[in-house]
């Protein structure tokens, strides 16, 4: 009996030891690749920019900038002006339409107000065509949210008709086209089998694929795009129960939509910017130039980059720039499905020309946010955000304000069930990422940027010998900084 007990205890000895040490092998494998991951982590973090900005602050101005089509030409201008304000009130025979009046101060007041920012605004971060594009760009950005401001304290209707005075025809019920209904691809029973395909296929596939191969310009990044595209699709699905455009076949919304349009846009928007980046930057002014040829390939030259950066965004190295990236691509969906949600409260057919202007704008506003976006994340000197990012924020959450208030009664309606808890965990597994991620597995220890001492007219760090007294460093530091605001503004690359 004692030895069938021994028997038994040295069996479960041997069980035990043997549990021991699978748990203690687990225990070792799961630290091994903990400390492995926070080595990779350790390693994206290395990088402190992507970009070189200090070289980007010390590059040379356009050469044609001092030449009459780069001056500002602000008492011009202002003459000019002045004179047409004097003709409009004194010479010009006045009219007893107030409809007409209306119309025509309104558009007067809009010219002067845009010819007051290509004059004097301060200029963006971008050169070509001309610096001008970009102030007018901005102007037109001020004035499009205080439009915005001004019709989210109307009514709907009011709101409607203050379109008539750009369009009679608009501020009309339009009815919502359905892309859904027969999905076959193949309809046997119909005389022509493909009409399903066809109806599908309209003037909208070619904004699809230019609108992708823009966005992939602007981003410089095709991860960014076709994340988008992705999850615009998801939100069209989520969506369809409230804008029946929304209603799409899954050949329609997977094959036509994210292969062929977006993807193929995002490809040719690779192709583009491969060839942007290995092109070789080196501008003559257009009067340095002998031969009539090369002028003219240097006037087409000038709606080109003046010179170019590599978007890095590397979300995953530090837990504020995944931040950033997550908000820029939710940013980025809102301005997307504010588009659609616009037309349907405002009664804007989808082929209006205010639907592609819009969108251009957009596009213009949308290019100068990404690049200063991408210097406030990557650049260790710049600790402020954008102008035009600011006025695009404002944009966003303006546009976005006008659809809920609107059409309250079409973005209240509830989401199907299913469509809710995919959505819930969707948002819990990003979560759960991102605490594992940044959290769990935080790096011991990230290197934070350097800020370099840098003189005037020196490009690299101030020697010991000429560095100044720690009072005067104090002082400098302190001071409003006129050299730190002029680099600011000198931070170019288009």
């Known amino acids: 009996m004692e030895e069938v007990m021994d028997g038994a205890m040295q069996a479960v000895d041997g069980a035990l030891d043997n549990a021991k040490s699978a748990m203690d092998t687990a225990i070792d494998r799961i630290k091994k690749e903990v400390n492995l991951q926070k080595l990779k982590s350790d390693s994206m973090c290395q990088l402190k920019t992507a970009h070189n900005w200090q070289e980007e602050k010390e590059k040379v101005e356009d050469p044609d900038a001092p030449s009459y089509f780069w001056r500002a030409h602000t008492v011009t201008v202002l003459v000019v002006m002045i004179c047409m304000l004097v003709y409009t009130a004194l010479i010009e025979t006045p009219v007893e339409d107030s409809t007409y009046n209306g119309k ?17 605004m301060p200029d963006g971060p971008f050169l070509r065509p001309h610096p001008a594009l970009w102030r007018f760009s901005f102007a037109m950005g001020v004035f499009y949210e205080l439009l915005l401001i001004y019709i989210l304290f109307q009514t709907p209707g009011d709101a409607r008709k203050l379109l008539k005075y750009i369009d009679a025809d608009l501020g009309e019920p339009i009815p919502e086209k359905d892309y859904g209904g027969n999905c076959k691809l193949y309809d046997g029973d119909d005389e022509d089998p493909w009409h399903n395909v066809k109806d599908k296929v309209d003037i909208f596939i070619v904004a699809h694929l230019a609108g ?45 939509d994210v292969i062929i349009c977006n993807g193929g846009g995002t490809i040719l928007g690779i192709y583009t910017l491969r060839y942007l980046s290995m092109k070789t930057y080196h501008w003559r002014g257009l009067y340095e130039i002998p031969t009539y040829r090369g002028k003219v390939k240097r006037f087409f030259g000038q709606f080109s980059p003046h010179g170019w950066i590599e978007f890095t965004w590397n979300p995953l190295s530090s837990f504020e720039r995944w931040i950033a990236i997550v908000c820029l691509i939710i940013g980025f969906l809102i301005t997307e499905l504010n588009t659609f949600y616009l037309k349907f409260v405002l009664w804007v057919p989808p082929n209006h020309l205010l639907n592609p202007v819009r969108l251009l704008f957009i596009l213009l506003w949308g290019a100068v946010c990404l690049r200063e976006t991408f210097q406030l994340l990557d650049d260790p000197e710049c600790d402020r955000l954008g102008r035009q990012s600011w006025v695009m924020l404002a944009i966003i959450v303006t546009e976005l304000l006008i659809c809920i208030k609107f059409g309250w009664a079409t973005i209240t309606k509830p989401l199907p069930r299913h469509i809710a808890l995919w959505w ?49 460093a104090q002082n400098s530091l302190n001071m409003p900084g006129l050299y730190q605001d002029q680099s600011r503004e000198d931070k170019k690359d288009l």
């Open 104 to 120: 025509k101060g309104f558009v007067a007041a809009l010219f002067f107000w845009l010819a007051l920012g290509m004059t004097i």
């Open 212 to 256: 992708y191969w823009c966005k992939t310009l602007i981003f410089r990044d095709w991860w960014l795009t076709t994340v988008i595209s992705i999850m615009f699709e998801f939100l069209e699905y989520t969506l369809e129960h409230q804008l029946l455009n929304f209603s799409e076949c899954w050949w329609d919304h997977w094959i036509l």
């Open 424 to 472: 819930v965990l969707g948002a819990a597994l990003l979560l759960i990422y991102t605490v594992v991620k940044f959290y769990l597995l935080k790096p011991n220890h990230i290197p934070k940027p350097e800020k370099e001492n840098i003189r005037m007219g020196s490009p690299v760090n101030t020697p010991a010998e000429h560095k100044d007294a720690p009072g005067e």
